[in-house]
């Protein structure tokens, strides 16, 4: 038997399982990348609130296992997702919350479960079919934060618009959660003027199969490491502190930066608490093409995009929103001198756009789903 027979007949195997193991409505399992984070986040801390039983996480690095384990509650279950009782909790799972999806290649789609695509934000890079693709991972359901994006989520993922739900996404409750980040890090937060964070998103280089915007070795952005030693001076100065925190596809999480003082550049592995309660505690919000923005427009709170390749980045990859440099809620910078003078005063870039991204501007996005979910059929 060939390799590639051998590993349909597991696909249709699995399957066939997934549709034989009875589910259950009482328990709900997650899954994200990064593992323990994101929108299946949010939803897990409701169902704590609300005392639910039988609460699984699937987890891809063996290695977090532990560390996960000791701090969740006792009641909560955490197990390697290829594990045999990772496997058995997949199958039994009446609800299924994911951000990236999980088992795809199996297309392990059931009767009764119910697959809740959280995704990992509002899509403003094109994504699924919008970008070409011929086959998606399956989802019952998704969630969206506005009539924008209600669409765009709908047609990235081939599911129709009443299964759409437009409550807000739940990683945002967490923007208004306490963060311990300060604490662990050793940092007094009462002791600078301002503190803002970066979120790039991912630029991919030229040996790879596919481009995403404008890449150079040895440079952060199109900021050299001269220049990012001149802002490290200038936020000492203003009494800033800058919290750079690379994506998790980064190609810089193997770079090796210069010490800085009051620029803090957080690699995937260094991060030691949640995000969004980090990024809710900040001042002022940098990004480019990462849909946090539209996370961080809940909070009402200035943020400027730090870009010098967006038509580079339109033509290879696409937006989701025609138009879209015309709609930002900020300033672009392109330049280290623009950069500065946003740090500097950032309230005075700030702009309210009431409900255009996010319908709700709360932190109830998790008790929403839930209600909804309550009432949610199968076709």
Not at 350 to 366: C, M, V
Request: charged share 25%; aromatic share 14%.
């Amino acid at each position: 038997m060939s390799v590639l027979l051998f590993k349909k007949k597991c696909y249709q195997l699995f399957s066939w399982l997934v549709n034989k193991v009875p589910t259950s409505d009482n328990i709900y399992v997650f899954h994200s990348y990064p593992d323990f984070t994101d929108n299946p986040y949010g939803v897990y801390q409701e169902l704590l609130k609300q005392k639910k039983s039988k609460l699984i996480w699937l987890i891809s690095e063996k290695e977090k296992i532990r560390s996960i384990q000791c701090e969740v509650p006792q009641t909560v279950l955490v197990y390697h997702q290829k594990s045999l009782k990772g496997l058995w909790y997949f199958c039994r799972a009446g609800y299924l919350f994911v951000s990236h999806g999980i088992f795809e290649s199996y297309n392990a789609r059931s009767s009764s479960k119910k697959v809740i695509n959280l995704w990992h934000g509002m899509p403003l890079k094109k994504i699924g079919f919008m970008d070409g693709h011929q086959w998606v991972s399956y989802s019952d359901a998704l969630v969206a934060t506005s009539d924008i994006f209600q669409k765009i989520m709908a047609e990235s993922f081939g599911v129709p618009l009443e299964r759409t739900f437009l409550v807000g996404q739940p990683r945002n409750d967490l923007l208004f959660e306490p963060t311990d980040f300060y604490k662990k890090n050793g940092i007094d937060r009462q002791s600078y003027r301002t503190v803002g964070i970066w979120l790039p998103t991912y630029r991919i280089p030229q040996d790879r199969d596919r481009v995403d915007g404008a890449f150079s070795e040895g440079k952060f952005l199109f900021f050299s490491m001269a220049q990012l030693q001149e802002l490290d001076e200038f936020l000492f100065f203003i009494k800033g502190l800058l919290i750079v925190k690379l994506h998790p596809m980064d190609s810089l999480q193997s770079f090796d930066f210069p010490k800085f003082h009051n620029i803090l550049i957080i690699k995937q592995h260094e991060l030691d608490a949640q995000l969004y309660p980090l990024l809710g505690s900040s001042d002022y919000l940098l990004t480019d093409y990462s849909s946090v923005w539209v996370d961080y427009d809940v909070l009402d709170k200035p943020m400027a995009f730090v870009m010098d390749d967006f038509e580079e980045y339109k033509q290879k990859r696409g937006f989701t929103i025609p138009e879209l440099s015309k709609i930002l809620p900020g300033p672009i910078v392109d330049d280290l001198e623009k950069l500065k003078k946003f740090i500097a005063d950032p309230q005075t870039y700030k702009i309210k756009t009431g409900s255009l991204f996010n319908l709700y501007k709360d932190n109830q996005a998790s008790r929403r789903l839930l209600t909804v979910l309550d009432s949610f059929r199968k076709d």
